[in-house]
């Protein structure tokens, strides 16, 4: 595994008028993409947007879900998250975003039903959005604001390897909290691409430090003990958004295009990576592992 800083910068959707030409190409050329917007901008309101009816065709089998969210804001934020997955996935699949059916996998990452080729994921913050698009594999994002608190809240003991608490402590205080959230996005992104999401334990996972005087250098995910977790079948991307006011992080499988697809309920738990992970976090080999 390997992470790589503002490597294929994210993507723009500002909207219904969307040229979508530059994502169909990120993702013929790379197989994947990863697009952001802000929330706002995809709620389906306005002249012509259709009414009720039209947002019931647009969320299809998550309509009765929005209506039962009883805040107007957390209903707002669900209706315009699902319509820019949906419209970024009928672009990219050359459908209308009234046809597509999304569902949930077991670990509850979103899918789209009968479409096992392309493979999704979703975050959002505020009124910030991110999609991942894949046709290689699994593909797993989270943005977080930059400003989050997490240095002195006591959450590094729970999400940081003893490794990446020793680095954090040999950084200046005023660059630690930048480093935490940097370790939280591609954690959060990685556990989602594997199935897992904040079920697994953050600190059974490291990812090595940025390299020194701001390098481009291809990094190491690690694990706990500090030997490689995996092999480079795992691509990441760490990155801010051109706000500059959130960062984003990718995890990406490199399977060959067209490869992402085993089923629509696959067994999206990646037995491998989490054996050696939790292993080694235990001070056990792999090989003496029950």
Known sequence: MSVRADRRPLLHAPGSRTDWRPVLDRVERHGFAVVHGLLERWLPDGPGAGGESAVRALLGRDWERYRSIGHPAARRRFLASRAFLKHACAHV?????????????????????????????????????????????????????????IAGTG??????????????????????NAELVRLWTLKEAFTKAIGQGLRFPFTELAFSPPAAGGARERLRVLAPDGSPGTGPEWDFVSTCLPDGRHVAGVACEEGAPGTAGTGLFPDSWDEEVLHVLRTRGHGRTAEGAP
């Open 155 to 176: 959450l590094e003991a729970e999400m940081c390897a003893a490794g990446e608490r020793e680095a954090l402590a040999a950084l200046p205080p005023a660059a630690r």
């Open 93 to 149: 699949l050359g459908v209308r975003p009234e046809s597509l059916d999304l569902a949930r996998l077991p670990g509850g990452a979103p899918c789209l039903r009968g479409c096992e080729g392309l493979r999704v994921s979703l975050s959002h913050t505020g009124g910030v959005a991110l999609v991942g698009l894949s046709t290689r594999g699994r593909i797993g994002v989270d943005v977080e604001p930059a400003r989050r608190r």
